[in-house]
T-cell receptor, first 114, second 115 residues
């Protein structure tokens, strides 16, 4: 089955700096890669996603890049703010007719210091 | 903005007792998922429904866990008997379509503590 590795497990940055989180996946058939933000005591919130026919996607301060050949994708957050502090999860899915089960990475705890 | 609803938000139960969680997906979402998230880890799929039918329950410990979505809308996940290792966050998610690549939206989860 699919295996998703996520690094780093913790990341501390100064407010205003950029943060980068990286994930690798094992199944070349995976074609959908969402990123979730999870705050303490809450469910994961979808913040951005990318499909395999696109190499990069941007939404304001958040961007995601995908390298299908290398089977890795990354989340970039620019101009970080204290409210960006949370646990971020990457995931991968094959999106076939049986549904699009997500396989998650282990998570990255991002701390933005004011 | 429509959200996935879950209840209860927190549940404390003793080992060997039965416990049940409820999920109401976003209106019109045909696909519903139950995930389990152990503290410090990513969510792992337990069961997936398409309307009232189970699509994937390969990771559901069927000796003690059961899930149903009788009318293809809300869903219940049950554990009987609960074990200490079942302590985790139980997350429900829904998706608007039955196939292809579509976003999954998560509810707030039920935090289960087994004592």
């Amino acid at each position: 089955g699919e295996n998703v590795e996520q690094h780093p497990s913790t990341l501390s940055v100064q407010e205003g700096d950029s943060a980068v989180i990286k994930c690798t996946y094992s199944d070349s058939a995976s074609n959908y890669f969402p990123w979730y933000k999870q705050e303490l005591g809450k469910g994961p919130q979808l913040i951005i996603d990318i499909r395999s026919n696109v190499g990069e996607k941007k939404d304001q301060r958040i961007a995601v890049t995908l390298n299908k050949t290398a089977k890795h994708f990354s989340l970039h957050i620019t101009e970080t703010q204290p409210e960006d502090s949370a646990v971020y999860f990457c995931a991968a899915s094959k999106g076939n007719n049986a549904g699009n089960m997500l396989t998650f990475g282990g998570g990255t705890r991002l701390m933005v210091k004011p | 903005e429509a959200e996935v609803a879950q209840s209860p938000r927190y549940k404390i139960t003793e080992k060997s007792q039965a416990v049940a969680f409820w999920c109401d997906p976003i209106s019109g979402h045909a696909t519903l998922y139950w995930y389990r998230q152990i503290l410090g880890q990513g969510p792992e799929l337990l069961v997936q429904f398409q309307d009232e039918s189970v699509v994937d329950d390969s990771q559901l410990p069927k000796d003690r866990f059961s899930a149903e979505r009788l009318k293809g809308v809300d869903s219940t996940l049950k554990i009987q008997p609960a074990e200490l290792g079942d302590s985790a966050m139980y997350l429900c998610a829904s998706s608007p379509r039955t196939s292809g690549i579509y976003e999954q939206y998560f509810g707030p989860g039920t935090r289960l503590t087994v004592t």
